[in-house]
């Protein structure tokens, strides 16, 4: 089965600063990525997915990320960040084998103003 | 559009009480239907999913069971809580077709066993 590893469990980061948030899966083959973001006291929502094509996939909020196929990668990016973009980033990939959604523990991230 | 309820949103029991956490989604039908348990630094564990009415699926063994009654309902209990039952409990659903593969989340519910 799939796996996902988010190596950054904090970051803290000022306002404007540029942001990269790791992720790695375990196998190779189609797959299906995704990043999801949790606001505080508010739900899991979807940043941005990747299904095919372009692997530089853009998404809410000025967020993007790039699908790296031969370092088995989707690492989430952003040039300046906000306050409000103080959350957790939870990275997933859909595991076609076991027809389910696999995610990171997640990376807090503190934008401090 | 679809929209994906959960209740009660917060929800403090006693060890040994009983639990029925309920997910409801208007606007779609035959979705796949999820619950996952959200713990600080552990990400999202998937519980239970289900494709169909009465049809459940367990991916861990544990103090908890799910059923699905109706079409875009979906319920996870215990018979007798446990304090490691403590957590952030999400539904999350599904269509298979066009966005086979993007799932979206209720707001949750924070559950708290004492």
């Known amino acids: 089965a799939q796996s996902v590893s988010q190596h950054n469990h904090h970051v803290i980061l000022s306002e404007a600063a540029s942001l990269e948030l790791g992720c790695n899966y375990s196998y190779g083959g189609t797959v299906n990525l995704f990043w999801y973001v949790q606001y505080p006291g508010q739900h899991l929502q979807l940043l941005l997915k990747y299904f095919s094509g372009d692997p530089l996939v853009k998404g809410i909020k000025g967020f993007e990320a790039e699908f790296i196929k031969s370092k088995f990668s989707f690492n989430l990016r952003k040039p300046s960040v906000q306050w409000s973009d103080t959350a957790e980033y939870f990275c997933?990939?859909?595991?076609?084998?076991?027809?389910?959604?696999?995610f990171g523990t997640g990376t807090r991230l503190l934008v401090s103003p | 559009s679809q929209t994906i309820h959960q209740w009660p949103a917060t929800l403090v029991q006693p060890v040994g009480s009983p639990l029925s956490l309920e997910c409801t989604v208007e606007g779609t039908s035959n979705p796949n239907l999820y619950w996952y348990r959200q713990a600080a630094g552990r990400g999202l564990q998937l519980l239970f999913y289900?494709?169909?009415?009465?049809?459940i699926s367990s991916e861990v063994p544990q103090n908890l069971s799910a059923s699905r009654p109706q079409d875009r309902q979906f319920i996870l209990s215990s018979k007798k809580l446990l304090l490691s039952d403590s957590g952030f409990y999400l539904c999350a659903w599904r269509t298979v077709g066009r966005y086979q593969e993007t799932q979206y989340f209720g707001p949750g519910t924070r559950l708290l066993v004492l």
């Open positions: 289900s494709v169909g009415i009465g049809q």
């Open positions: 997933a990939v859909w595991d076609t084998g076991f027809q389910k959604l696999v």
